[in-house]
Structure formats: C-alpha cells, structure tokens
C-alpha cells in the first residue's frame, strides 16, 4: 500500500517503519548507540582519586584496581565463545547485567553504604562490571563487520570512534543529571545508563546475510561527517567549560544537544530506506520487461560453453554435498594446527593463535597499548603531581576522550582508503602510530611547560588509532568466521602490557619516589593515609622506560609488515565478492564479440 502526493508515491507508515527497524542500517545506528556508552573504562581518571580517598589505597594499590579494570576490559573470551553459539541478543544482555552489578558494588562501597570492602572485592567488582565492554563490543561490533565485510575498517572506525566518544559523552550528561561535583554519582552513572541503552536496542543486532551495496562506504562516512560534528560540539563544550564554570542548567542545554546529534543518524538511515524501498517497487514494476530480457539472454547464449560452466559452478557451489576435503573442521581442532590455510582464509582458533603472525601483532600491542593506557589512566596523577589545577586535569581526560575518537576514526577510514586505492598495508600504518605516540611519553617524562596537553592529544590520538588496526589486521589475516573468538583474544594485549608498565613500573617508582619525598620531609606516614608525589621526578623514569619498550614494539612491527606486504598487494576482498559476477562479465564480453564476427562475416 502506498500513499500518492507531489508527484511521488510513500510506502505505507507502519510497513516502512518495519522495514526501518528491522534494516541493516538501523542496526548500524544502534551499534553506534551501544558503543557510544560502551567506553566508561576510559573515564577511570574522573572517579579513580575518589576510589584512593575514600577507601586510603596508595599509588600501587589503585593502579592494581586500574590494571583489573583492564583486564575485565579487554579479556573477552568468554564472550567471544558464547558469540560463537549465541544470536548477539544474548551477549549484549549478559554485557548489561554484568555492567550494571560492577559498577553499582563500586557505588556501594565507595557511598559506605556497604562496609569497607577487601582490595581483591574491588578488583572483582571493577573486573566485572569493565567485562559488560568486552560483551558490548562482541555482540555490537563483531556483528557490523560481518554484516559488511568489505568495509570493515570503516566499520571499525566508525564504531570503535564512538567508544572513544563514550567518555566526554558520558560527562555531559553526568554533569547535567547530578551536577558538577559528585564522583560517586558519576559511578553510579556508569553503572546504569550502558545497561539501560544496551536493553533497549538489544533486538535490533544481529547476523545479516551480506548484500553487496556499492555505495555503502559513502553511507559510514555519513555517519562519519555526523559523528565529527558531534565530537567537534565536545571539544567546544569542554572548552568552553574550562573557560567559565557552567550552571546545571547550561550543562543540560549542551547534553541535550550531544543527545540530539547521537540521533542525527536516523536520519541517514530513513533517506537508505526510502531509497532501497523505491529500488524494490521499480523493479516489481518492471518485473515484465525483466523476465522478457532474461528470456531472450537465455535462447541468445544457451549455447555458449562459457555460460553453462558458470551456471554449472553455481549450482556446485550450493550444493550439499561437498567433497569430504571441505568438511568444515573444529574452531578448536588440533590436527592442523602448524598447517594453516593461505592469508586471508578462515583460521581455526589455534591456527590463529599460534601463527607467527598473530604472536608478532600480539607483542606489537602489548608494547603499544600498554604504553599509552599507561599514560591515560594516570593522568590524574600526573596531572598532580606536575602541579596542573583540578580543572585542567579534567580537560586532559576529556581531551584524550575525544582524540581517541579522532584517532580511531582517522585510522579506521584512511587505512580503508589506502588500502583499496594504494594497497598500503595496515600493519605499516600500526608502525607508524606506535612512533608518533612516543612522542607524547617524552612530552610527560622531560616536563615540558604546558606539555601535557599536546601528550594528552597525541597520547588520546594513537591510543585510538590502535584499536581499529589491530581489529582489522586479525581479520583480515584469519578470516570471520572465528571472529568473535580471536578479536577478543587479540584485546588481551592490552591488560598485559598494563599491568607490566603500569602497575610494575610507572605505579612502583611512583610509590618509591612518593616514599622518598616522605623521608626527605620527616614526617611519618599515618594509617590509611593515601601516598602522594609531587614533581616531575614522579613519573620521569617511568615514561622513558615506556618510550624505550614502544619504540622496541614499532621494530617488532615492521616484521608484520614484511610478513604481509604481498598479501595486501592483492585484493584481499576479492572473496566476498561473488566469483560469477566476473565470470559473466568475460562471457558477455565473449557473446558479444562472437556476434560481432557474426555480423562482419555476414
């Protein structure tokens, strides 16, 4: 049913409202939803000193709760396995509770609405309620590349930006709820809005049959050009708010704009309908005319040896009874473990996992992101101990907030467009980035005037920017079908880098340092009170250390690219598209010459 005005006809309201919610780009826009709450780790820096107050942990033991909240972060395995045998429904929905439990026992206990919990109490309560990330990115984000395959660093990009986003997003609304001053509701915050956003599109993720849609990437760079307008209102905001101290009031004008552009995207994805709705009626009306062309195609070529073997390969290729060698093998399967299929192709889990290749991104990373979340999650105290004001401490957590959405962005889309146009390989782009970010570690150790503000940029820009690579490299390398699984083991890099600079280094020589202020001063340290340092000599040795292993893990690196450089000079998409669709292009090319010398020789 369809309704007729101006010249142009509207499908029926509540058919086409079907069709909206249930397309593939509605699920893109409520991917972007979830992980545009999906980021709260990121905002550890906020409501970490009201933790160490509160409940008198020093330096080591908070950077412990930091390094488990990572590790509850990134460690997805879990969810990656029931991925495997679960719709994404399931997983975003055991990702809302566990979120929802975490942060709400961290509220308690840090509110003393409960009684001082053990240290291993909150290191499980973080753990957990940072584990709902892994669920969120499995269910939401693992699901958008596999419904498009050919534009997955886009994808990644795009999704992994609004992560990015998620913390200054969070902030604003925060700010406009609870006020300005209250960091345990800003816990509390983050314990029930992901859930809320996660329950409310759970329906909407899940598995598509891929469609080849030639302009789809012209679609994720409108959502792109929405989503930079959105991060570009946070940079405004935030300073804005550092400039003059914001009213309730003005703080709920700027959320509600920061809601209003999050929604903008529906947008986009009603104009996608209406015209794929229009494409559907057009071809039922000339459905006559079609079948009369495809008639004559078949009397005109029936004879034409090149069109009977294409049709024969077609009909082989959905046929069930496929020859024993391409009986589908165990994701687990120990029996071909060393023999792996060629690049690009569907890995087993252990294939993957014991692959060179895997093992050189794995250690790149851990070098990598555990430098700069290093340096992200002690902003705080570096911010402290450098003698930068409380306010501009908060900038640099805003700031890091939205050039990890740039970076994450910038490598997702730019590493798609060089690929396609110049073949430049992914791995080589990962390099790149692990070298800019040691500039921001040196701004932080040599103490430069005014310079953490360039290192939280820079810092923000490659943390992000690594995200998105490392995604991509795994799948491009091993394939989709074991996705789920090895995006999540590939994310475990990121705890183990932590937990070796930032708890056993950058937490333990601020400690040692902070102790020999202590002495140097003569006063006595009392029961429960909090370990503090000041000076640059807090973290100076620490972000050297951190620069020397980032630099080691960029060589690393260079032997991926080295490994891959002819697997991306070929097309490495070539396999999502369908074979027969070149395949038919050289036989009409072959019908029409044989017709051709037809006509001549007539």
């Known amino acids: ?93 055991i990702g809302a509770v566990l979120n929802f439990f975490g942060y709400l026992m961290i509220w308690l206990a840090v509110s003393k609405k409960i009684s001082k919990p053990q240290v291993w109490h909150m290191c499980l309560y973080i753990c957990i309620g940072a584990n709902s990330q892994t669920f969120a990115n499995t269910g939401a984000l693992v699901t958008a590349v596999k419904n498009f395959p050919e534009s997955r660093g886009a994808v990644l990009g795009l999704l992994k930006g609004f992560v990015g986003l998620s913390g200054a997003i969070i902030t604003q609304i925060y700010h406009a709820v609870y006020g300005n001053n209250d960091p345990k509701a800003l816990i509390l915050l983050i314990g029930w809005l992901p859930a809320v956003i996660s329950f409310a599109f759970v329906r909407t993720i ?68 209406l015209d794929l709705w229009r494409r559907k009626k057009q071809d039922l009306d000339n459905l006559s005319q079609l079948k009369i062309v495809t008639e004559a195609v078949r009397n005109f070529y029936f004879s034409d040896k090149t069109l009977i073997d294409i049709m024969e390969k077609k009909l082989y290729v959905f046929n069930d009874n496929k020859p024993a060698e391409n009986q589908e093998i165990s994701c687990w399967s120990a029996k071909s473990i060393f023999c792996p299929p060629e690049r690009g192709d569907d890995y087993t889990i252990l294939q993957a996992l014991f692959s060179v290749d895997m093992l050189v991104l794995f250690f790149a990373t851990i070098c990598g992101v555990g ?16 003698g930068y004001p409380k306010k501009s401490i908060s900038t640099f957590v805003s700031l890091v907030s939205i050039w990890n959405y740039l970076g994450r962005v910038v490598a997702g889309f730019l590493s798609e467009y060089f690929l396609k146009k110049y073949k430049f390989p992914r791995p080589l782009v990962l390099t790149l980035t692990l070298v800019i970010s040691c500039i921001g570690h040196l701004l932080i150790a040599f103490d430069v005037p005014n310079g953490l503000y360039v290192a939280s940029v820079i810092i923000g820009f490659c943390f992000g920017a690594q995200w998105p690579l490392l995604f991509a490299i795994i799948s491009e390398l091993f394939g989709l079908k074991y996705y789920s699984t090895l995006y999540n083991f590939g994310a475990v890099a990121s705890p183990i880098g932590l937990y070796l600079l930032n708890v056993r280094v950058a937490g333990h020589l601020y400690d040692k340092e902070a102790e020999r202020q202590l002495i140097v001063s003569g006063r006595v340290r009392r029961p429960g ?74």
């Open 1 to 93: 049913m369809v309704v007729a005005g101006g010249g142009a006809e509207w499908p029926h309201t509540r058919i086409f409202a079907v069709q909206v919610l249930t397309g593939r780009w509605f699920m893109v826009f409520s991917t972007t939803l979830i992980m545009s709450a999906a980021g709260a780790t990121y905002m550890f820096g906020l409501y970490s000193a009201e933790i160490k107050t509160s409940l008198g942990y020093d330096q080591t033991t908070l950077n412990l709760l930091s390094f488990f909240k990572d590790l509850g972060s990134n460690v997805g395995i879990l969810a990656g396995l029931i991925n495997e045998v679960t719709p994404p429904w399931v997983v975003l929905s």
């Open 206 to 273: 899940r598995i598509m049959k891929v469609v080849r849609i030639p302009h789809e990437l012209k679609v994720f760079y409108r959502f792109l050009y929405i989503s930079l307008g959105l991060a570009g209102f946070l940079m405004l905001a935030i300073i804005l708010q550092k400039q003059m101290d914001f009213s309730r009031s003005e703080y709920s004008v700027s959320a509600a704009m920061v809601i209003v552009l999050l929604f903008v995207p529906v947008a986009v994805v009603v104009k996608e309908e």
């Open 371 to 386: 430098g700069t979340l290093t340096a992200i999650d002690n902003l705080g105290q570096i911010g402290s101990s450098l």
């Open 529 to 602: 009170e909090e370990l503090d340092c000041d000076g640059p000599e807090c973290f100076k040795l620490a972000f050297f250390i951190i620069t020397a292993v980032t630099v080691f893990g960029a060589v690393v690196s260079l032997l991926l690219v080295i490994r891959t450089r002819k697997f991306y000079k070929s097309d490495i998409y070539k396999k999502f598209r369908p074979e027969e669709e070149a395949e038919m292009t050289v036989a009409a090319e072959k019908g029409n010459g044989h017709d051709s010398a037809q006509i001549t020789s007539k």
